[in-house]
């Protein structure tokens, strides 16, 4: 019976008391209910109801306390005794009696369907304490409401105190409620002003992204506009920094990377303008171009005119000049040259006439210091058969001045590495020379100076052929040759040094040689004038020698004579040791062939030996012929063609070996019959 009651008054789950709605407070958390006389009861599972049936304690479970479809209570159950729980029956025992217990399993035994909502949600108390009321009393409706309300009053008196003692608490906190209500309000405005500005932003992020899309398809247009007239425009455009260069910088190295630079546009303008079709923009710069290069060659022809005359300045090196300014800007001038060929002629012809002056300026006073030095007096004294010079030679020939001998002398055509004596120690030598040494150190000078300019003229000029260039430098040393050759034939003209003359035609011949090697070809006119001063001079000379040795042929009597021979006119006390005119002609041979033993032409040379050694032979065989005895005759001509041998004997050449092979046969054709 009360079974059903419960059921029928049974609470939903989590549905307020009835008497909570008309309290004016807020609810109160569980910790503000009252400890006594009330007692928690203790949760017998989660299948309890939030029926509170009137108890010790008047407050129902929360509601997150209920636990939906008893899962609880089925676990609960199948797991075993619940912990902390009071046994059902000892209750119902304690309440009702044996028999009770007895009733109660038995009903528990039987399966009765339980219907959620009645029995689950009913809250039964877990001890005998009813409110005061029986168990038939707290079944009973009347009973049961009386007692609710009684407890509900007390519930409410209990609240009211509660609320009077923390009042001061609840109206902080109201106010503190308040406080939060306007901060909440003010975040709230902050929060519709920052969404507003967050709308204006996304706004201007939208328009920048469109702003951005047409920047970069504006972009792309521009990059494959400027890959289709980048180039033009390249070729056509000069950076301003150029421009400024040209008209107002010095004339330097940059300032020449930037005339290359206007170069290259003008010739890029000058092949285009060749084709049909003109672009405006060429017509627009060409004049302004134009006006660019005129000004370029106002400063090239400036600058140019500027270093020409600092080669008159005195004392000044020419190839300093050369090397260090002119050569380092040698593109000016082929500019010039295109662009302007006239004034680069005229240029280049100031250029000739101030290097023409500079060069016979300087060779007139180098020639001037030569002629100062002593030389050696070769007159007709020291001919081979000269009767005065043959009693005077013992005493007055000393060894460093004998003009048949060679000596050291052939030092001279060792390489010309070695560089022309200055013309103040020229001045001021008081050594005495033979010819061959002015010569030597003038044209040494000359020919290192000719090499500089012509190889300075070729790759200054590098754009002219090279008959002009050959023509600009014959011009400019014509009249430093007429020196050179003037200082020659004053050497040799009263000269009848044989040795030195033939000295100098090696020297020639070697200066030749030399100028091969260094592949100037414009002195071979030069060095051909020398030869043809020289050679016919060694030919005179030559031939004086062998009318000497004729003339002394010719005094020979048919017998020996004081003067000739170192006999005696008795046949007894005749000599056939060799004549003294054999010592002097194998000198000048042995001379002869040593300059002549790496030489190529030995033609000349071969002839003039020839007809000296034929009339000194026919010297020998008159002068035998003084000689009464016959085997003295050959002993005699013996002596005399050995002593030649010997003389010549570590001679070389070609030459050589053919005077050797001929004196060798007249040694023979003796050595057997004496």
Not at 165 to 174: I, P
Not at 312 to 321: D, F, G, L, T, Y
Request: aromatic content about 8%; proline content about 4%.
């Amino acid at each position: 019976m009360w079974k059903d009651r419960l059921s029928g008054r049974s609470t939903p789950s989590g549905a307020p008391p009835r008497y909570r709605s008309q309290s004016p407070a807020p609810r109160a958390s569980s910790h503000l209910a009252p400890s006594a006389p009330y007692t928690q009861r203790p949760s017998l599972s989660s299948r309890s109801s939030s029926l509170s049936l009137i108890s010790n304690q008047s407050t129902s479970l929360p509601l997150t306390t209920h636990i939906s479809n008893g899962s609880a209570l089925k676990h609960s159950l199948s797991d075993g005794t619940a912990v902390n729980v009071a046994n059902p029956l000892d209750i119902l025992e304690n309440i009702l009696g044996d028999q009770a217990v007895h009733e109660a399993k038995r009903i528990s035994s039987t399966s009765i369907p339980k219907e959620r909502g009645q029995i689950e949600d009913l809250e039964v108390p877990t001890s005998g304490d009813f409110a005061g009321l029986s168990l038939t009393a707290f079944a009973e409706p009347e009973r049961w409401e009386e007692a609710k309300n009684k407890h509900a009053h007390a519930h409410e008196s209990t609240a009211l105190e509660q609320y009077q003692t923390k009042r001061g608490a609840f109206e902080e906190l109201h106010e503190s409620i308040n406080a939060c209500d306007d901060v909440l309000k003010s975040v709230e405005q902050y929060l519709a002003n920052f969404q507003a500005d967050l709308g204006v932003v996304s706004a201007e992020i939208e328009h920048l992204q469109s702003r951005s899309m047409k920047i970069n398809t504006r972009l792309d247009n521009r990059v494959a506009v400027e890959k289709l007239l980048g180039p033009a425009v390249e070729e056509l455009s000069i950076s301003p920094a150029i421009v400024k260069k040209i008209y107002e910088g010095p004339v330097d190295s940059q300032w020449a990377l930037a005339l290359a630079k206007v170069e290259e546009h003008f010739q890029s303008l000058e092949d285009t303008s060749r084709h049909a079709n003109k672009a405006k923009a060429r017509e627009d710069i060409s004049p302004l171009l134009n006006d660019l290069v005129n000004k370029a060659i106002e400063m090239i022809r400036d600058f140019i005119v500027v270093q020409i005359r600092a080669l008159r300045s005195p004392k000044v090196n020419a190839q300093i000049i050369q090397l260090n300014t002119l050569l380092k800007f040698k593109d000016l001038y082929k500019f010039l040259t295109r662009h302007n060929s006239k004034l680069a002629e005229e240029i280049i012809r100031a250029y000739i006439n101030t290097m023409r002056w500079y060069y016979l300026s300087h060779f007139s006073r180098y020639s001037q210091s030569l002629e100062k030095l002593k030389i050696h007096v070769m007159d007709r004294n020291i001919l081979l058969a000269q009767t005065d010079s043959s009693r005077r030679a013992p005493k007055e020939s000393p060894a460093s001045h004998d003009a048949l001998n060679l000596g050291n002398r052939k030092a001279a055509l060792k390489p010309l590495g070695q560089s022309a004596i200055p013309a103040y120690l020229a001045e001021e030598s008081s050594s005495t020379y033979y010819i061959d040494v002015p010569f030597r150190n003038f044209n040494i000078a000359l020919i290192d100076n000719a090499s500089t300019e012509y190889s300075f003229l070729t790759e200054f000029l590098s754009s002219h052929s090279f008959h002009q260039v050959s023509r600009k430098f014959a011009e400019i040393f014509a009249p430093t040759f007429e020196i050179g050759q003037k200082l020659t034939k004053g050497l040799i003209e009263n000269n009848l040094d044989c040795m030195s003359v033939l000295l100098c035609i090696r020297l020639s011949q070697s200066f030749a040689f030399e100028l091969q090697r260094r592949k100037i070809p414009v002195l071979e006119s030069y060095i051909n004038g020398t030869n043809m001063l020289l050679w016919p001079r060694f030919q005179i000379i030559m031939d004086m020698h062998c009318e000497s040795v004729r003339k002394a042929t010719t005094s020979l009597p048919g017998r020996v004579t004081a003067a000739l021979s170192l006999t005696g006119s008795d046949s007894s006390k005749q000599s056939a040791a060799p004549h003294f005119l054999t010592q002097r002609f194998g000198q000048l041979l042995q001379s002869i062939l040593t300059l002549s033993a790496e030489a190529g032409d030995d033609g000349p040379v071969s002839s003039s030996l020839g007809r000296l050694r034929s009339d000194f032979e026919a010297f020998l065989t008159k002068a035998s012929k003084g000689i009464s005895d016959a085997k003295k005759q050959q002993r005699f001509l013996l002596n005399n063609y050995c002593l030649i041998a010997t003389i010549i004997s570590d001679t070389t050449g070609k030459l050589a070996e053919e005077q050797k092979t001929h004196f060798e046969k007249l040694k023979q054709s003796y050595l057997g019959g004496s």
